[in-house]
């Protein structure tokens, strides 16, 4: 398994400003993914990472909105830009493991008032 | 859209074994059943994945019937740190398929 963590664990923002999610694994990996989980809901992917390359972006989610970095193979970046109170979710990050079985971060909390 | 159909909530004593069950009646041949759970706040936590054969891990078994089409996950001692929320996804194990979750199930263990 993959030990991941994020930072930060929780913000709270104003509205019409950008944050920027750290996601740290302890390996190397190919892909990360990132999701949003809002109030009551299950989780969403948003888009999924890969080193040296794109991000490749789920239906509904924009890079304009939600840019990605992925600069080397431990670290992860996501940016939640212009953000308004209905981005409040908490995001996470995770990889996958040999088996195809995916690893999550802890989260971000995200308030945006 | 998830492709399985799971119970809302369920309860189980702690000690007892809980049984979670999964209907995945349209799973294709090539796609395997994993289980997550998720912790309040927590970041989800895989649990087990199985193709056609039971499975058993340190954390739950899982037992799939003979066509496949639906799935029990098994804690054989449940314990009050079990309460969470456990979701049953069917996927083929390739990087370029996503985890889509669906609602899951809330399981409650009580004392």
């Known amino acids: 398994s993959a030990v991941i963590s994020q930072k930060p664990s929780r913000d709270i923002c104003q509205r019409g400003t950008s944050l920027t999610i750290q996601c740290q694994v302890d390996?190397?990996?190919?892909?990360m993914f990132w999701y949003r989980q809002q109030p009551g809901q299950s989780l969403t992917l948003i888009a999924t990472?890969?080193?040296?390359?794109?991000?490749?972006?789920e239906s509904g989610f924009v890079i304009d909105k939600f840019p990605i970095s992925r600069p080397n193979l431990t670290f992860s970046t996501l940016t939640v830009s212009n953000m308004s109170p209905e981005d409040s979710s908490i995001y996470l990050c995770?990889?996958?493991?040999?088996?195809?079985?995916?690893?999550f971060g802890p989260g971000t909390r995200l308030t945006v008032t | 859209d998830a492709k399985t159909t799971q119970p809302t909530s369920m309860d189980c004593a702690e000690g007892r074994a809980a049984n979670l069950p999964c209907n995945h009646s349209?799973?294709?041949?090539?796609?395997?059943v994993y289980w997550y759970r998720q912790i309040h706040s927590q970041g989800p936590q895989y649990i087990i994945h199985?193709?056609?054969n039971n499975e058993t891990n340190e954390m739950a078994s899982l037992i799939i019937t003979e066509d496949r089409k639906s799935s029990t996950l098994i804690l054989p001692h449940a314990t009050l740190r079990d309460t969470a929320v456990y979701y049953c996804?069917?996927?083929?194990?390739?990087?370029?398929?996503?985890?889509?979750f669906g609602k899951g199930t809330r399981l409650s263990v009580i004392a």
């Open positions: 390996s190397q990996v190919t892909m």
């Open positions: 349209t799973i294709s041949g090539n796609e395997y």
């Open positions: 199985g193709l056609k």
């Open positions: 995770s990889v996958e493991g040999d088996r195809y079985e995916q690893y």
């Open positions: 996804i069917v996927r083929v194990p390739s990087g370029n398929t996503p985890l889509v």
């Open positions: 990472a890969n080193q040296g390359s794109e991000a490749t972006y």
